[in-house]
């Protein structure tokens, strides 16, 4: 029996929709104290301040609410909370059943749910309906913005990357970091508080204040890395900590934690963020990503635009006797001859990414670990947590894989140059159109770096050997079911496919050429297992087009003609063999 989410046991429990599970029968004594005492914060509209979390749990599943509400709510806090910890939920779900959350963030939670309603319950939801009218209702409050209402454009940000209307994500991206900067939640730590004397609501405030700033922060990362434009939100404007680590944070049936304010232990070990289900971890995690992410950004950017002057170039130079100047320190690094790794800079973010990925808790070390959820009541308890915990790491393993492909696939001469055509691979009019396609998803830089055949060979390597590592790690947790991705997942599975499509027909090159063993990356061994990777990729890329709008991302693959290079060189291999 699989261990994951089964639809039917959270919408038509065998508990009955009234019945509590025996985790809701625990005592509330802390949440009534707090609720009575402490006036509501004004970014959330009051709510019934007696009410426990048992009490509006039952009303959650009582025939008074409505049945599609309930359907979309489960959803999304089972398959994206993790991804988007932008709520208390005890609290929201207080708010939910005394009808006080904005029907617009609803709304939002309904599109992103779309697809996984229509598939486990088979009702068709109109997700470009639901979209569209959004987008009128975001146009309409934009002078006027609530907590949810800022919610909602974070929301739909990733549902706009997900759905790859990349024009979109640009869009809420720049509106998201606007109303956060405005609001100041970029700074909320600049000044000193006296911690001890923060009320629990003013506490829980700045914490989903401090957890909505950071998932704007990454969004916009991921669109300036991949827009080939600098953040939105600089480093040194960054004064927001990152968020608390309690665990019990995530519990819906605990309407406040024990001990705030909460900060998290760097020097915390895998077993023990594993024994606690600390599942906020995970989003720490992420935040280190993403300002690394930033740095990576800024590097790239500087590089070419404003950290190098051209010189008369030089035989001998592979980058054509290109000087480059560091950042901020004024003197002049010696020409980069053969490779970027001659950066010491570029060395550094190489192992700090590798290191960011090193220091991941395994998904497999989880495997067996935590349950799934059968009951809405036992949302963030411990073994959900782990459960949730499991996911949310293999997820990030996935993360690794496109940034590290972005940083060394600039690793190239024609990085600094006007794009060209590879004649021994492609046309000129394939090529032609290959980036008049991905034009309307990236940068021009970057979609060179998805088409370049020239990249330096030692960041080739790398490239390719973390795709094998990866198809490795995906055979090893093959159990998680392809909905619990996140939208990262189906770029990670793209670039991998473009490295490995231009890697098997250099391999065909190189054995149309030469006969006889030998070719190091570039022999039949190598390309065997390549095949056997991209076959693996493209299956999964393709299946995921039920719950990412990913059909964009296959139309590229097949005008690279991924198809018919895996037919090519099964052919040529056993011609080899």
């Known amino acids: 029996m699989s261990r994951f989410l089964t639809i039917d046991s959270l919408l038509n429990s065998d508990e009955g929709p009234t019945k509590m599970h025996p985790d809701m029968e625990r005592e509330q004594s802390a949440a009534s104290e707090a609720t009575a005492i402490h006036k509501v914060p004004e970014y959330l509209p009051r709510w019934d301040e007696k009410m426990t979390p048992g009490e509006a749990m039952r009303r959650f599943y009582s025939a008074q609410f409505p049945g599609e509400t309930r359907e979309v709510v489960i959803f999304y806090f089972e398959y994206f909370y993790g991804i988007c910890p932008i709520?208390?939920?005890?609290?929201?779900?207080?708010?939910?059943?005394?009808?006080?959350?904005?029907?617009?963030?609803?709304?939002?939670?309904?599109?992103?749910?779309?697809?996984?309603?229509?598939?486990?319950?088979g009702r068709k939801v109109d997700l470009d309906a639901i979209i569209e009218h959004i987008n009128r209702r975001l146009l309409l409050d934009?002078?006027?913005?609530?907590?949810?209402?800022?919610?909602?454009?974070?929301?739909?940000?990733?549902?706009?990357?997900?759905?790859?209307?990349?024009?979109?994500?640009?869009?809420?991206?720049?509106?998201?970091?606007?109303?956060?900067?405005?609001?100041?939640?970029?700074?909320?730590?600049?000044?000193?508080?006296?911690?001890?004397?923060?009320p629990w609501l003013e506490w829980a405030e700045l914490e989903t204040q401090r957890r909505t700033f950071w998932i704007v922060y990454q969004l916009d990362a991921y669109q300036a890395l991949l827009a080939d434009r600098p953040v939105s939100i600089s480093e040194a404007r960054l004064h927001t900590g990152t968020p608390g680590s309690d665990c019990t944070w995530d519990d819906i049936s605990i309407s406040q934690i024990l001990h705030w304010p909460t900060r998290h232990l760097q020097s915390i070990d895998k077993a023990t963020i594993i024994n606690t289900g600390a599942l906020s971890y995970t989003f720490i995690d992420v935040c280190d990503l993403t300002v690394l992410l930033s740095q990576i950004n800024e590097f790239l950017w500087s590089i070419r635009q404003r950290a190098y002057e051209r010189q008369k170039p030089s035989r001998n130079d592979l980058f054509a006797g290109m000087t480059l100047f560091l950042e901020g320190e004024g003197e002049r690094v010696p020409s980069v001859r053969s490779s970027l790794f001659e950066l010491p800079r570029f060395r550094s973010l190489h192992e700090a990414l590798t290191a960011w990925y090193r220091r991941l808790v395994p998904a497999d070390d989880l495997l067996?670990?935590?349950?799934?959820?059968?009951?809405?009541?036992?949302?963030?308890?411990?073994?959900?947590?782990?459960?949730?915990?499991?996911?949310?790491y293999y997820c990030l393993h996935c993360y690794y894989v496109p940034f590290l492909h972005l940083l060394h696939l600039a690793n190239r001469p024609s990085y600094f140059k006007a794009a060209k055509t590879e004649p021994e691979?492609?046309?000129?009019?394939?090529?032609?159109?290959?980036?008049?396609?991905?034009?309307?998803?990236?940068?021009?830089?970057?979609?060179d770096s998805l088409l370049a055949y020239d990249v330096v060979e030692e960041s080739w390597q790398i490239c390719l050997d973390s795709i094998f590592e990866l198809s490795e790690f995906l055979d090893r947790n093959r159990d998680i079911s392809l909905e619990r991705s996140d939208q990262i997942t189906p770029f990670c599975l793209f670039t991998s496919i473009t490295v490995l499509i231009r890697h098997i027909r250099k391999c065909r090159c190189w054995a149309e050429q030469n006969t006889g063993e030998?070719?190091?990356?570039?022999?039949?061994?190598?390309?065997?297992?390549?095949?056997?990777?991209?076959?693996q990729l493209w299956a999964m890329l393709k299946d995921l087009g039920f719950l990412w709008g990913v059909r964009g991302m296959e139309k590229l693959l097949r005008q690279m003609q991924v198809e018919e290079v895996i037919n090519a060189a099964d052919l040529l291999s056993g011609l080899k063999m």
Not at 150 to 177: D, Q
Not at 439 to 445: E, K, P
Not at 519 to 533: A, E, I, K, W
Request: proline share 3%; net charge positive; glycine share 10%.
């Open 87 to 121: 709520f208390h939920p005890a609290t929201f779900l207080c708010r939910l059943v005394c009808g006080s959350v904005d029907p617009l963030l609803i709304d939002v939670m309904r599109a992103k749910t779309a697809r996984l309603i229509t598939k486990y319950t």
């Open 142 to 198: 934009l002078e006027s913005p609530t907590f949810d209402y800022i919610r909602a454009v974070v929301l739909m940000t990733t549902l706009s990357g997900g759905e790859c209307k990349f024009m979109s994500y640009n869009s809420l991206v720049c509106l998201a970091c606007s109303m956060v900067t405005r609001l100041g939640w970029n700074s909320l730590d600049l000044s000193p508080r006296d911690a001890k004397r923060i």
């Open 368 to 392: 067996g670990i935590g349950a799934p959820l059968g009951h809405f009541s036992q949302f963030g308890s411990l073994g959900h947590r782990q459960h949730l915990m499991r996911v949310r």
């Open 425 to 447: 691979f492609c046309s000129t009019e394939e090529y032609r159109v290959l980036r008049e396609m991905l034009s309307s998803s990236f940068s021009g830089r970057t979609n």
């Open 518 to 535: 030998g070719g190091g990356c570039y022999g039949s061994g190598v390309m065997v297992r390549s095949l056997r990777v991209v076959r």
